[in-house]
C-alpha cells in the first residue's frame, strides 16, 4: 500500500471528529481540519516520491486491487491535496463565527477524503461509491445556507445531473462485469488494449463518456455548475479545482477502454468542441465574476474533454492539473476583483488592433508555433495530427496577445512585451505537453491513427476554434454593432438552457416551507 | 428625474410625476465599491422622525428599523437601560399612540414585535396567484441586465455604451426569452410595444396599474426597494451629476422599467385585480406609526440615552484653558473613531505630547491623479465637489514605464479572458499558479514602495498657498503654539481579497487612504512661500516648526512617516516621534485586539495579509458620539474608540465660521457613518451588504449574493456582527459641541437640513461647558436644561 493511500482514511477520520463539534467557533477543529489536510499533502506527496523512485518500470505500476498507484495518481493526487489544504486553511478563517462552522468543517474533510479516494481507486467497485458519496457531501454543502431558494435549486440541479451520472456509470460497471469479469481497472484495460471491444464493453465505454459529460457540467446539462455560488467560497474553489476533475480522470483512468469505441470518441470531440466554444462565448458576457469563472470551468473542461476525444490523454491530464490551479486561486482571490478591474481601467483605453493587425498577428503566431512545432519535434519526436491540431488552437489563441501588442495605438515597449510573453506562452506550452507526454510514458494510449472520421473531426474543430479566434481578436469591430446586440442577449443567458432546466424542474416555482 | 416628462401636462400626470420624484428622493445613493463611503441609509426620510421612517420602510421593504425588543428586554435587565432612561425616552416621544407610562413600555419590551410585511406588489401577488415566483424571476432577469449595462469593465463583452439605462433595457428585454420560458408570454412583444421613453412608459403603467397621485408615492418606493442595489447605485449617478451642476434619468428609467414588468403581470394574471384594489388602498393610506412602532423606537431611544448618562461620566469636566508649555508633539488625525485609541495611547508616552482632530482631508477638497492612470480619485467628502487638483510628479519615463507594464498586465488578463486564448493561457501558465496559491495562502511578498510626494497640479499661486493654509489651519484651531514636529496622520487599511475595501479607508478622502492629502497639505504647510504669506492671515508659525504627513494603518496600528521634505535639524525629533509612534501602536493593538474574534496584538499584522480574512478590523463598528472640543475635554477618559473626535475651541472662532462648517460637514458625514452601520445592524436585509461568506463581485462596483440577482449596498454583514452578537451597538450618533448655544442655535437656523437631523432624532445635540454636558437641543423647544437624564 503506498503512503498515498492512507491520506483519505486520515481525513475521513478528522471529519469525524468534527462531526462532534458542528457549531460556531468550534475550538480546535479548524485547526485539525488544516493539519489534516497538510498531513494528506504529506502522504500523497510520499506516494508521488515513490512512484517516482520505485514505481516506473513496473508496468504501469499498480498496487494491489483497490488503490492503484500510476503516473495519473502520482500526478493527481498531491495536487487535488495541495488544492485541498489550500482550502481547508482558506476556510479556517473564511468561516471563522458561521453558524455551522465545524459541520462545514467535517463537510470539505469528508468530500477531500472522497476525492481523494477516487483519484486513487483502482477498482470500480470502489470508484463508483466514492463518486456516489461525493455527490451526497456535495449537496450538503451546496446547501450550507439552506433557506436560499436559489442554493436549493442549484442543489437540485447538481444532484439530478450528478446522480444521472452516477446510473450511467453503475450501468457502466455492469456491462464491464459482463465484458470482463471484473471490476478491476488495471485489468478492464489491458483487455481492451489487446482486443476489440465486446458489444457490452462498447456500451460501457458510450455510457462512460456519458458520465463523463454530465459530471463536468458539458452542455446541455451545465446548468448546475453556473449556480452553485450560492456556497461559500471556499466550496466554489473545492468544486472547481478537485471535484469537477472526477468525470475528466475517469476518461483517462479508462482510456484505453475509451479510445478503443469510436463513437465514443466522437462524441467526446464534438460534445466537448461545442461545450468548450459555448461556455467560453457565454463567459465573456458575464459580469459577476465568481459566474464568469463558473462558465470559464464549463468551456474549460468541454476542452479537456475535447483532448480526450482526440486521444491526447497527457495533454488532457495536463489540462485538468493546470486548471484545477488555476481555477483554485482565481476563486479564492475572487474578492480581489474590485481592485482588478480598476487597475485595468487605469491606464486608459484599450488599444484596438485593426484588420491588418489582427492579419500580421496571425502570421506572427503561425511562424512562432512553426518554429516551436519544429523544434518539439526535433526534440521530443514526431506530433501525432491531432497534437498539431491543438497546436493550432492554442496558435490561435496567441494571436490574440500578439495582436493586442500590434495595434496601432500600442506603444513600441507594449509591442515588445507581448511579443515576449507570446514566446513565452508558446515555449512553456509546448514544453509542458513534451513533459506530460514523457510523464505519461505507456501508461495512456497514444492518439488513434486518423481515419476519415478523425480527420473530419479535427478539420471541424480547427475551423470551429479559429473561426472564433479570428472573431476574438477582431472583437471591438462588431461586438457593439446593433446587429449584435440581439445575439449578445441569448449568450449571456446561456441560450436559455439553464431556463429551459429550470421550467422543466419546477426552478420557476415559489418554495413552500 | 424624467427627462421626458413634458412641460405642459395634465394634473394627474403631473402629480404622478411628483410622487416618482419623492419616491426617487428616498433612495439612498450607494457609492461604487472602488472608493465608497458611508451613507446614511435614511437619507430621504431625515424630514420625518424615526417612527414614521419605520412605518414608510415597513410598507415599502417589510423592515424594522430597531432591534429585537428581546435586546431591549435585556437592557433593562441588566440596569444598562434604567428606569429613568425610559421615562424620560416616554416623555420626549411625541407620537400620540406612546404607552401611558413606563411600566406599560418594560411589559412591551418584553413582548415580541410582530414582523412588518412589505404591501405586495403585483410581482407578489401574481406568484401567490399561480405559485410561480416573479419576484424572483424580475431579481434575475434585471440582475443579469444591470450587471450588463452598469459593468465598468468586468465582462470582456458588455453592451455597447452610450444608451440609457431605458433604451438599454428595451433593447434587451425584447430579445429575452427568459420571462417567456417562465411563463410570461408575449413579454418581448409588450416591451417592444411600450413606449419608448420613461416618462411615457410610467404613465401608461400607471393608468394601467389605476394607480392614483395619493397611492403613487409608496407604491414607487416599494417598487425601487425591490430594485435593491440597482436603484441605490442610479441614485449615486444623479448624485454625482448633482453634485456636477446636471441631472441624471437612470433611477427614473429603473422606476419605468420595473412598472413595466408590473404592467405585464397585471395583464398575465388580471385575477389579481382585487388584491391590487386594496393594495393600492392602503398606499393611499397617509404614513403612520402603529403603537408598536411607537413603542420600538421609544425603547431605542432609551438605550441612546443610557449611553449618553455614561458619557457624561467619561468626560467629566476639565479645564479647556490649554497650558503654556510648548508641546514636544503635536499630531493631527482625522476625526475617524479608530483615532481616538490611538491618540489616548500617544499622549501616554509622554505628557508633551498633543493631539488633535480633525477630517481627514485635511480641508484641501482635492481630486487626484495617480501615479500611471488616467482615472482621477475624489479625495474628499462626498458632499463636496473637488476645487484642487493633484498628481504625483513621476518623471515621463518612469510613468511610461508603469503605464506599459500595467498595460501589459492588462493585455495578459484579456489573453486569460478571452474565448479561445483561455484555453491557451490554462495550458501555458496555469501550473504557475502553484506558486501564486503558496504565496497567497501564507501571505508571502506584498511590500509596495512609496510613491513620491504628491503636488498640487497646477500648482497653487503664493496668495492662494498662504489662503489655504491659513483657513485650514483655522479650521484645525491650530493657529498658536505649534511644535517643533506637527505631524498630520490620515488613515487607510491594508487588507487583501476583501470587496469592500475602501470601506475601511477615510471617509472623509471618499474611501481612499489619507495619505495624499496629508502630504499635500503637510508640504503646503512646509513652503518657504507659505510661510512668508501666513503672518498676513494673522498666524505665526515658528521658523522651526515641520509638518510631517503619515499614514495610520488601521489594521496594523503602525504608522508611516513621510520624511518629504524633512531636513536634518529634526532628524532627532522625527526619530522620537517614530519611537512614540511604535509604541503607541503596541498599546492599541493590545486594545484592539481583544474586541476582534481569534485576534491577539501578534497576530493582527497577519491578518492584513491574510486573503481569507473577513474581519480584518472593525472599521468604525461601535461609533456613537462625535465631540467636537478642545482635546481637554475629552483627554482624561477612555471613549474605547466610539467617538469622533473633532478639535474646536470657540474662543478662537470669532464669528463661528468653523463652527458652522462643523456643524455642516465633519456632523453630516458622521451621521451618515453612524447611521449607515445603524442600518447594516438592525435591517440588514434592506441596507446591509449580505453574508460575505457568498459575495460575488459584480460589474466592478459592487456585490450580488451567489449566482446573482439585487445588487447589495451597505455593510456586510460580518463587518457588524462577530458571529455570535452585534459588534455595532446601533445608536444614533450624540454630537456633543463646546460652544455657546445661542451661536449653535443660530447655526441651525441658517442650515434647515442639518437641524432636519437634529429635530427628528437622526441625531443628539448636546452644548458642553467646560467639558460637561449642559443642555439637550429638542425640536420646537430648542436648548434644555432641566430634560437631561444625569446619573445620579
Known amino acids: ?109 469528508m468530500v477531500l477524503g472522497l476525492v481523494l479516494l477516487q ?3 483502482g477498482s470500480l467497485a470502489l470508484l463508483v461509491p466514492a463518486l456516489a458519496a461525493i455527490g451526497l457531501v456535495l449537496r450538503q454543502l451546496l446547501l450550507f445556507f439552506p433557506d436560499r431558494a436559489p442554493a436549493r435549486r442549484a442543489a437540485t440541479k447538481f444532484t439530478l445531473v450528478w446522480g444521472a451520472g452516477d446510473v450511467a456509470l453503475i450501468m457502466a460497471t455492469g456491462l464491464l462485469w459482463l465484458a470482463y469479469g471484473t471490476m478491476d481497472i488495471a485489468t478492464i484495460e489491458a483487455a481492451a488494449r ?70 465514443g470518441m466522437a462524441a467526446l470531440v464534438m460534445l466537448g468542441g461545442f461545450t468548450a466554444l459555448f461556455g467560453a462565448l457565454v463567459m465573456l458576457t458575464q459580469s459577476a465574476v465568481k459566474t464568469a469563472l463558473a462558465w470559464s470551468t464549463v468551456a474549460q473542461m468541454g476542452f479537456m474533454l475535447l483532448q480526450c476525444g482526440l486521444g491526447l490523454w497527457p495533454v488532457a491530464m495536463l489540462h485538468l492539473l493546470a486548471h484545477s490551479l488555476y481555477k483554485a486561486h482565481a476563486f479564492l482571490s475572487s474578492g480581489g476583483a474590485i481592485r482588478a478591474v480598476q487597475a485595468t481601467r487605469r491606464p486608459g483605453p484599450v488599444a484596438t488592433p485593426g484588420v491588418g493587425a489582427v492579419i500580421r498577428a496571425f502570421g506572427l503566431a503561425l511562424a512562432l508555433y512553426s518554429l516551436a512545432a519544429v523544434g518539439f519535434t526535433l526534440l521530443a519526436g514526431p506530433k501525432s495530427p491531432q497534437a498539431l491540431a491543438l497546436g493550432l488552437i492554442l496558435v490561435s489563441g496567441v494571436a490574440y496577445l500578439v495582436a493586442q501588442g500590434l495595434a496601432d495605438a500600442a506603444p513600441r515597449a507594449l509591442t515588445q512585451r507581448t511579443l515576449v510573453a507570446s514566446t513565452a506562452v508558446t515555449l512553456s506550452y509546448f514544453g509542458l505537453q513534451a513533459l506530460a507526454v514523457h510523464a505519461a510514458g505507456g501508461t495512456l494510449p497514444a492518439p488513434p491513427v486518423a481515419g476519415a472520421l478523425e480527420w473530419a473531426l479535427i478539420g471541424l474543430t480547427v475551423t470551429s476554434f479559429c473561426g472564433v479566434a479570428v472573431a476574438q481578436a477582431l472583437f471591438p469591430h462588431w461586438a457593439h454593432h446593433p446587429a449584435a446586440a440581439g445575439l449578445r442577449v441569448h449568450i449571456a443567458n446561456g441560450f436559455y438552457l439553464n431556463a429551459a432546466l429550470d421550467r422543466l424542474i419546477g426552478g420557476f416555482r415559489t418554495v413552500r416551507s | 428625474m424624467f427627462h421626458d416628462q413634458p412641460d405642459i401636462a395634465p394634473a394627474p400626470a403631473k402629480a404622478l410625476f411628483a410622487a416618482a420624484e419623492a419616491a426617487m428622493r428616498a433612495i439612498p445613493p450607494a457609492f461604487p465599491l472602488d472608493a465608497t463611503v458611508a451613507v446614511n441609509p435614511f437619507l430621504g426620510q431625515t424630514g420625518e422622525d424615526l417612527a414614521q421612517a419605520a412605518a414608510r420602510l415597513a410598507r415599502v421593504a417589510g423592515v424594522r428599523l430597531t432591534r429585537n425588543r428581546a435586546d431591549y428586554a435585556a437592557m433593562i435587565a441588566t440596569g444598562e437601560i434604567t428606569a429613568s432612561d425610559l421615562a424620560a425616552a416616554l416623555a420626549a416621544c411625541p407620537h400620540p399612540g406612546k404607552p401611558a407610562h413606563g411600566t406599560a413600555l418594560t411589559a412591551l419590551a418584553h413582548q415580541d414585535q410582530p414582523t412588518p410585511q412589505a404591501l405586495p406588489t403585483i410581482a407578489d401577488l401574481a406568484a401567490r396567484a399561480t405559485g410561480t415566483d416573479w419576484p424572483a424571476i424580475i431579481r434575475r432577469c434585471l440582475g443579469l441586465w444591470a450587471a450588463g449595462h452598469f459593468d465598468r469593465g468586468q465582462a470582456l463583452w458588455t453592451p455597447a455604451p452610450g444608451s440609457s439605462a431605458f433604451a438599454a433595457w428595451r433593447e434587451w428585454a425584447t430579445h429575452d426569452l427568459t420571462p417567456e420560458l417562465a411563463g410570461l408570454t408575449g413579454f418581448c412583444r409588450h416591451v417592444a410595444n411600450c413606449p419608448d421613453t420613461p416618462g411615457r412608459a410610467l404613465l401608461r403603467a400607471a393608468a394601467a396599474l389605476d394607480l392614483t397621485a395619493e397611492a403613487a408615492e409608496t407604491a414607487f418606493h416599494r417598487l425601487l426597494t425591490d430594485l435593491g442595489g440597482w436603484a441605490q447605485h442610479a441614485r449615486w449617478l444623479q448624485w454625482q451629476a448633482e453634485l456636477a451642476g446636471d441631472g441624471d434619468g437612470t433611477l427614473a428609467d429603473l422606476l419605468a422599467i420595473r412598472l413595466v414588468w408590473e404592467e405585464a403581470l397585471l395583464a398575465h394574471v388580471p385575477a389579481v385585480a382585487p388584491a391590487w384594489a386594496e393594495v393600492l388602498a392602503a398606499h393611499a393610506q397617509p404614513v403612520t406609526p402603529d403603537a408598536d412602532l411607537v413603542a420600538d423606537t421609544i425603547l431605542q431611544q432609551a438605550a441612546e440615552m443610557a449611553y449618553q448618562r455614561g458619557l457624561d461620566t467619561v468626560l467629566g469636566g476639565a479645564d479647556t484653558a490649554t497650558s503654556g508649555d510648548r508641546p514636544l508633539l503635536q499630531a493631527a488625525f482625522c476625526i475617524d473613531v479608530r483615532s481616538e485609541p490611538f491618540r489616548r495611547a500617544l499622549e501616554n508616552q509622554d505628557t508633551g505630547i498633543g493631539t488633535l482632530g480633525f477630517a481627514g482631508f485635511f480641508g484641501l477638497p482635492v481630486e487626484h491623479r495617480p501615479a500611471a492612470s488616467d482615472l482621477t480619485e475624489a479625495r474628499l467628502p462626498v458632499l463636496l465637489p473637488p476645487r484642487l487638483r493633484s498628481s504625483v510628479p513621476l518623471p515621463p519615463a518612469q510613468d511610461r514605464q508603469r503605464r506599459i507594464a500595467t498595460r501589459s498586465a492588462r493585455a495578459l488578463g484579456r489573453f486569460r479572458q478571452a474565448a479561445v486564448s483561455s484555453f491557451a493561457f490554462v495550458e501555458s501558465a496555469g501550473p504557475l499558479y502553484a506558486l501564486k496559491l503558496l504565496r497567497d495562502t501564507l501571505g508571502l511578498g506584498r511590500a509596495h514602495g512609496t510613491d513620491p510626494a504628491p503636488a498640487f497640479t497646477p500648482a497653487l499661486s503664493v496668495d492662494v498657498k498662504a489662503a489655504t493654509a491659513a483657513q485650514v489651519l483655522k479650521a484645525m484651531s491650530l493657529t498658536k503654539g505649534h511644535a517643533r514636529l506637527v505631524l498630520l496622520i490620515g488613515h487607510g487599511a491594508t487588507l487583501h481579497n476583501n470587496p469592500h475595501h475602501s470601506a475601511y ?92 474574534p481569534g485576534a491577539s496584538a501578534a497576530s493582527l499584522s497577519a491578518r492584513a495579509r491574510n486573503w481569507a480574512e473577513i474581519r480584518p478590523e472593525w472599521g468604525l463598528a461601535g461609533c456613537a458620539a462625535f465631540v467636537a472640543a478642545p482635546r481637554a475635554v475629552t483627554a482624561c477618559g477612555n471613549l474605547k474608540g466610539r467617538a469622533f473626535l473633532h478639535s474646536y475651541d470657540w474662543r478662537a472662532d470669532r464669528d463661528f465660521a468653523t463652527l458652522e462648517l462643523i456643524l455642516t460637514a465633519p456632523v453630516v458625514v458622521a451621521s451618515w457613518i453612524s447611521l449607515q452601520y445603524y442600518g447594516s445592524a438592525v435591517a440588514p436585509t434592506l441596507f446591509g451588504g449580505g453574508d460575505k461568506l457568498i459575495h460575488n463581485v459584480t460589474a466592478g462596483i459592487g456585490v450580488v449574493e451567489g449566482n446573482g440577482g439585487t445588487l447589495r449596498t451597505g455593510l456586510p454583514w460580518q463587518a457588524v456582527h462577530d458571529g455570535e452578537r452585534l459588534a455595532h451597538a446601533p445608536l444614533r450618533l450624540s454630537v456633543l459641541v463646546e460652544a455657546p448655544r445661542h451661536a449653535i442655535a443660530e447655526v441651525l437656523a441658517r442650515h434647515e437640513e442639518v437641524r432636519a437631523l437634529f429635530d427628528n432624532g437622526w441625531l443628539t445635540l448636546f452644548a458642553l461647558e467646560r467639558g460637561r454636558i449642559t443642555a439637550r437641543w429638542h425640536r420646537g423647544s430648542g436648548w434644555d436644561e432641566a430634560g437631561l437624564a444625569r446619573a445620579a
Not at chain 1, 505500476?61 to 495541495?82: E, I, K, Q
Not at chain 1, 476518461?251 to 469510436?262: C, E, T
Not at chain 2, 499635500?520 to 522651526?544: C, K, V, W
Not at chain 2, 536634518?568 to 509604541?583: K, Y
Request: glycine fraction near 10%; charge should be neutral; hydrophobic fraction near 50%.
Open chain 1, 1 to 109: 500500500m503506498p503512503l498515498s493511500s492512507l491520506a483519505p482514511a486520515v481525513l475521513l477520520a478528522a471529519a469525524a471528529i468534527a462531526l462532534l463539534r458542528p457549531g460556531r467557533r468550534p475550538q480546535l477543529i479548524p485547526l485539525i481540519a488544516e493539519g489534516t489536510a497538510l498531513a494528506a499533502l504529506a502522504l500523497c506527496l510520499a506516494g508521488a516520491a515513490r512512484f517516482a523512485f520505485l514505481g516506473v518500470g513496473q508496468g504501469g505500476g499498480h498496487d494491489g486491487s483497490l488503490v492503484r498507484l500510476d503516473v495519473v495518481t502520482a500526478l493527481v493526487a498531491p495536487t487535488v491535496a495541495f488544492i485541498g489544504w489550500v482550502v481547508v486553511r482558506y476556510s479556517r478563517t473564511y468561516m471563522d463565527g458561521t453558524t455551522r462552522e465545524g459541520w462545514f468543517h467535517a463537510l470539505m474533510l
Open chain 1, 119 to 121: 483519484v486513487q481507486a
Open chain 1, 194 to 263: 489487446l482486443a476489440p471491444l465486446p458489444p457490452a464493453a462498447e456500451g460501457a465505454a458510450g455510457l462512460l463518456v456519458l458520465a463523463a459529460l454530465l459530471k463536468t457540467a458539458a452542455f446541455p446539462l451545465h446548468g448546475w455548475l453556473t449556480e452553485v455560488m450560492e456556497a461559500p467560497t471556499p466550496v466554489s474553489a473545492l468544486l472547481h479545482a478537485g471535484i469537477i476533475n472526477s468525470g475528466g480522470l475517469l476518461l483517462i483512468r479508462l482510456a484505453w477502454l475509451v479510445q478503443a469505441s469510436p463513437g
Open chain 2, 505 to 596: 479607508h477615510c471617509g472623509a478622502c471618499g474611501g481612499h487612504p489619507g495619505d495624499v492629502s496629508a502630504r499635500l497639505l503637510a508640504g503646503l504647510l512646509n513652503d518657504p512661500e507659505t510661510r512668508a504669506g501666513l503672518p498676513a492671515h494673522g498666524i505665526d508659525l515658528p521658523a522651526d516648526t515641520l509638518f510631517l504627513a503619515g499614514l495610520h494603518d488601521t489594521v496594523t496600528d503602525r504608522v508611516t512617516l513621510y520624511a518629504d521634505s524633512a531636513g536634518r535639524d529634526h532628524e532627532a525629533d522625527i526619530r522620537r516621534a517614530r519611537d512614540w509612534l511604535d509604541r503607541a501602536g503596541r498599546q492599541v493593538r493590545l486594545e484592539r485586539a481583544a474586541r476582534l
